[in-house]
């Protein structure tokens, strides 16, 4: 069974500028989470989605938003860069909200 | 709310050294607790896991048992490997409606030959 699939993996993106990140779960996996690595804060929680709807969200500001698909793909976008933002991007899946999650490799963000 | 503290690293050891990673969180409710491990330019993986009290996770040599008079989670290995090197994560999720993990700072773990 193929694994958490991220696109792009590494992607450059300047201050102002929007980027939209990818996440394709785990076949019948419903549940989609999203967080932010960083040096200087460790791992945190975006969000989380199941079934099209976000059941929980982290504490982030509004530029950063999601979305998941009837398929379970998920996508989070990030509006208006700042060069905090720059960051690995892991995606989690898992069967059900309640489940083991499973990460894939992460998109790296730089934001110069 | 939620937090998870484990010992600052990075931890560097020889092959076949005892290894032993300290984990202590603060939860409401019982949460459930794991082990993520991340190789270089990798994602997390699931290393173990332990849902309640007393409980063992293990897995490739690698033990933690949850202990709530403690509230620990520590990682142990008795013999550490060249490819155990790797960044690990402590992790908890607490019950409820809310299933994000909380994780740790993260140690990194250097074995040398």
């Known amino acids: 069974k193929a694994g958490v699939t991220q696109t792009p993996r590494y992607l450059i993106k300047t201050r102002g500028q929007q980027v939209t990140l990818s996440c394709s779960p785990i076949?019948?996996?419903?549940?989609v989470s999203w967080y932010q690595q960083t040096p200087g804060q460790g791992l945190q929680f975006l969000f989380e989605?199941?079934?099209?709807?976000?059941?929980n969200k982290g504490n982030f500001p509004g530029r950063f938003s999601g979305r998941q698909f009837s398929n379970s793909r998920s996508e989070m976008n990030v509006s208006t860069l700042e060069l905090g933002d720059s960051a690995l991007y892991l995606c989690?899946?898992?069967?059900?909200?309640?489940?083991?999650?499973?990460f894939g490799p992460g998109t790296r963000l730089t934001v110069t | 709310g939620n937090s998870v503290t484990q010992m600052e690293g990075p931890v560097t050891l020889s092959e076949e050294a005892f290894l032993t990673i300290n984990c202590t969180y603060t939860?409401?409710?019982?949460?459930?607790l794991f082990w993520y491990v991340q190789y270089p330019g990798e994602g997390l993986q699931l290393l173990l896991k332990?849902?309640?009290?007393?409980d063992k996770g293990s897995n490739k040599g690698f033990e933690a048992t949850y202990r709530k008079e403690t509230t620990s989670f520590h990682l142990e290995k008795g013999s550490v490997q060249v490819s155990d090197s790797a960044v690990y994560f402590c992790?908890?999720?607490?019950?409820?409606?809310?299933?994000?993990?909380?994780f740790g700072k993260g140690t990194l773990l250097t074995v040398n030959p």
């Open positions: 989690a899946s898992s069967l059900e909200l309640s489940d083991e999650q499973y």
């Open positions: 076949s019948g996996h419903r549940s």
């Open positions: 989605y199941f079934s099209e709807t976000q059941r």
């Open positions: 939860a409401t409710g019982y949460p459930s």
């Open positions: 332990a849902t309640k009290a007393d």
């Open positions: 992790a908890l999720r607490s019950g409820g409606s809310n299933y994000k993990l909380t």
